[in-house]
T-cell receptor, first 115, second 113 residues
Framework: GDSVTQMEGPVTLSEEAFLTINCTYTATGYPSLFWYVQYPGEGLQLLLKATKADDKGSNKGFEATYRKETTSFHLEKGSVQVSDSAVYFCALSEGYGGSQGNLIFGKGTKLSVKP | NAGVTQTPKFQVLKTGQSMTLQCAQDMNHNSMYWYRQDPGMGLRLIYYSASEGTTDKGEVPNGYNVSRLNKREFSLRLESAAPSQTSVYFC????????????FGPGTRLLVL
């Protein structure tokens, strides 16, 4: 079945460092891809999404490009802030067929940014 | 516009007790979902409802039941709680179709002793 694999954390960076969190997927069909962020004690929030190959999702300085040839959707940010400390989840959803758009999540990557 | 709301925020149960987790959304979404989040496991789908009047099992449905009361509300019931059901439970909703993102509630933290 479909699956999502994220790099294991935790990831600890200094403020203003460059961030990459790797995400690869296995899917039949043509999934949509998402990054969600979970701040401490809160629910998940959509960070960005991409719905087809070569799409780039972006939000709040974060970017991810949907790479069909490498089945990847890596999350990047050029300069992280302390406020970016959170758990990041990569997820996929099948397109208009399949399981009504149910999300399949990676296990999450915890990011800590030190001042 | 409150988005997705969940009650209660925190609950302690004894083994064998029952309870219902409530979820409501005010975004007029067709689809609603229940997930559980456990350390190192990500989120796993328990049940979902693609539209009002329908419900389907997800990845980990055993020990749970759901009710799609109307378009806004989707409840999750534990008939006889077990320690293995200690978890954080999230409700989510979305418009129909796989390209639509899901919007999550703040979660219910459940401890079963």
């Amino acid at each position: 079945g479909d699956s999502v694999t994220q790099m294991e954390g935790p990831v600890t960076l200094s403020e203003e460092a460059f961030l990459t969190i790797n995400c690869t997927y296995t899917a039949t069909g043509y999934p949509s891809l998402f990054w969600y962020v979970q701040y401490p004690g809160e629910g998940l929030q959509l960070l960005l999404k991409a719905t087809k190959a070569d799409d780039k999702g972006s939000n709040k300085g974060f970017e991810a490009t949907y790479r069909k040839e490498t089945t990847s959707f890596h999350l990047e940010k050029g300069s992280v802030q302390v406020s970016d400390s959170a758990v990041y989840f990569c997820a996929l959803s099948e397109g208009y067929g399949g399981s009504q758009g149910n999300l399949i999540f990676g296990k999450g990557t915890k990011l800590s940014v030190k001042p | 516009n409150a988005g997705v709301t969940q009650t209660p925020k925190f609950q302690v149960l004894k083994t064998g007790q029952s309870m219902t987790l409530q979820c409501a959304q005010d975004m007029n979404h067709n689809s609603m979902y229940w997930y559980r989040q456990d350390p190192g496991m990500g989120l796993r789908l328990i049940y979902y409802s693609a539209s009002e009047g329908t419900t389907d099992k997800g990845e980990v449905p055993n020990g749970y039941n759901v009710s799609r009361l109307n378009k806004r509300e989707f409840s999750l019931r534990l008939e006889s709680a077990a320690p293995s059901q200690t978890s954080v439970y999230f409700c989510a909703s979305s418009n129909s179709g796989g390209q639509r993102p899901q919007y999550f509630g703040p979660g219910t933290r459940l401890l079963v002793l």
